[in-house]
């Protein structure tokens, strides 16, 4: 079985400053991980993911998450938060010896200051 | 490409009613996945549906709800005589059908709020 472990429930930034965004996983098998975001009342936009690739993967708007199995955790980084990042992020992991269903964090909710 | 589409938006049932909600899949993907996202939480699992087959419907509440996904027509997540604590987000993914190890791209539908009164 898999599971995911987002550290922080709530982050909060001032606008311009860096974002870190905690996740650790755990997979008895190769996993794919990604990122998503959720705006209020929005749907789920994928922000990023990895799949065995390149350790450092980069997103949209700016975000980027590096893969470390040493350590097993996949940390969603920003160097310079804006006001639209304000939203609810999910660390997801997939493994495809669980049919590919995906395994969400608690999330992270986001609150930038201006 | 519309990507994956849900409807409705939102719905609103009184208890005891049947709740109906619709996901079509983006043009290609023949694999549908249900996730339920309660309150101030994340999604989790409920069931995975490929053209006329359940492959795993092991995060499905055992009673009142139902899932199919037929030769035509959208995927329908069907919940018999609704209780409050149904009240939720539903949301829908959809992926192609690939028979190898590569990676399996997940497309996300703007889900359907239930709320039951």
């Keep these: ?114 | 490409n519309a990507g994956v589409m849900q409807n409705p938006r939102h719905l609103v049932r009184r208890r005891g009613q049947e709740a109906r909600l619709r996901c079509s899949p983006m043009k290609g993907h023949s694999h549908v996945y249900w996730y339920r996202q309660l309150p101030e939480e994340g999604l989790k699992f409920m069931v995975y549906l490929q053209k006329e087959n359940i492959i795993d419907e092991s995060g499905m509440p055992k009673e009142r709800f139902s899932a199919e996904f037929p030769k035509e027509g959208p995927s329908i997540l069907r919940i018999q005589q609704v209780v409050r604590g149904d009240s939720a987000a539903y949301f829908c993914a959809s992926s192609p059908n690939t028979g190898t190890g590569e990676y399996y791209g997940y497309t996300f539908g703007s889900g359907t709020r239930l709320t039951v009164v």
């Excluded at chain 1, 955790?73 to 495809?96: I, Q, R």
């Design chain 1, 1 to 114: 079985a898999q599971s995911v472990t987002q550290l922080d429930s709530h982050v909060s930034v001032s606008e311009g400053t860096p974002v870190l965004l905690r996740c650790n996983y755990s997979s008895s098998y190769s996993p794919s991980l990604f990122w998503y975001v959720q705006h209020p009342n929005k749907g789920l936009q994928l922000l990023l993911k990895y799949t065995s690739a390149a350790t450092l993967v980069k997103g949209i708007n700016g975000f980027e998450a590096e893969f470390k199995k040493s350590e097993t955790s996949f940390h969603l980084t920003k160097p310079s938060a804006h006001m639209s990042d304000a939203a609810e992020y999910f660390c997801v992991v997939s493994v495809k010896a669980a049919g590919n269903k995906l395994t969400f964090g608690g999330g992270t909710r986001v609150l930038v200051k201006p």
